[in-house]
């Protein structure tokens, strides 16, 4: 269909496609129902990337990564909310333990926009130390609402409890002191290690005609070059667990909350579907 793009499998109406050049992976599945689309950017890096002394750096990175890139800062009054949002685009972005995700969901005929901003921020995202300073205190009021959130702390601990070695152990919000003195230079270097290509899936999903969103797609994302290392896997394995493990967390407050957890296999594992009957 694209000369630039090899069509990898098709499943679920989904299309998976990998550019011939930078890696980059593609999942594209149309439904015309409503003349919209959501566009995602989705980075194979989450808080078990983080080593200790940086916990919270992929989420601290999340936010700085709208305050600005080569083509879209508010310097030039295209701020990435506001040149979205003058659209009516709704956007955000997640960050979990395995990944990071940046997604719009706007009008078709804006698609163009999203795709300009994503591929831009992908290599030439600022990350400025004033930024840092001031998206730090956001991410802080994050990290004292959920300590303020009894499940919230009890499911920390839980976390906590479960996984010893493997980095599970850590929340994705990360420990305050980490949040509050991790370095510019330390989020760059998590940047340019991890925000590559050949690291990041592209999922659009709406209104539109494959054979013309992959030709986008190679104009805007095709000149980005794959990752001249080779991306860090994270190796640590969990021990066996020799037995049950329980935490009692002691806080203010008259009302008792009990959790329990059980480790399952991962979400690819035939057992996965049973289980979530």
Partial sequence: MNKMFNQVKKSGGITEYQHKKNALTVLLLENHNAPVITFMVTYRVGSRNEAIGHTGSTHLLEHLMFKGSEQFNKESGTAI???????????????????????????????LQAVKIEADRMRSAFIRDEDRKSEMTVVRNEFE??????????????????????????????WRSDIENVSTERLKDFYNTFYWPNNATVTVIGDFDKASILILLDQKFGSISKSPHTIPEMYTTEPVQEGPRRIIVK???????IGIAHKIPEGRNKDIYALQI
Avoid: C
Avoid at 86 to 111: C, Q, S
Avoid at 251 to 257: K, L, N, Q, S
């Fill in 145 to 174: 609402r959920g300590e303020n959130d009894p499940w919230e702390g009890l499911d920390k601990n839980i976390w906590a409890t479960a996984y010893q070695a493997h980095p599970y152990h850590h929340s994705t919000i990360g």
């Fill in 81 to 111: 909310w506001n040149v979205l949002q003058d659209v009516g685009a709704m956007i955000n972005a997640t960050t979990w333990f395995d990944r990071t995700n940046y997604f719009e969901l706007l009008p078709k005929e804006h698609l």
């Fill in 251 to 257: 806080r203010a407050g008259e009302m008792p909350i």
